[in-house]
């Protein structure tokens, strides 16, 4: 059964870092499209990273600079390093994988999803 699920999330304040992982199971996602998205209460989804089979990388306007995704192929495992955390960036954030598209509007729709972790950034 194709699972994902996420790691790695907690309080911090800002200006902190954190680590995001996500564990997945159940099918080889190399030739998927991998990703986060985040949600913040009450509002839509936002891609947040996405990282494609070949390890392009694509970043919202919003973390460019301060969040990098990373995968490590073999042990079909995702990160997302996230420095310099703002407030703003507190939200449930999810790892995602999507089998045919590759973008930061179609990571929020993908086939498969984690759980959620949630990113808590105090001022």
């Known amino acids: 059964q194709e699972q994902l699920v996420e790691s790695g999330g907690g309080s911090v304040q800002a200006g902190g870092s954190l680590r995001l992982s996500c564990a997945a199971s159940g099918y080889n996602y190399s030739s998927y499209c991998m990703g986060w998205f985040r949600q913040f209460p009450g509002k839509e989804r936002e891609g947040v990273a996405i990282?494609?089979?070949?390890?392009?990388?694509t970043y919202a306007d919003s973390v460019k600079g301060r969040f990098t995704i990373s995968k490590d192929n073999a042990q079909n495992t995702l990160f997302l390093q996230m420095n310099s955390l703002k407030p703003e960036d507190t939200a449930m954030y999810y790892c995602a994988a999507h089998e045919y598209l590759c973008g930061l509007s179609s990571v929020t729709i993908p086939t498969y999803r984690g759980q959620g972790t949630q990113v808590t950034v105090s001022s």
């Open positions: 990282i494609d089979s070949d390890a392009s990388t």
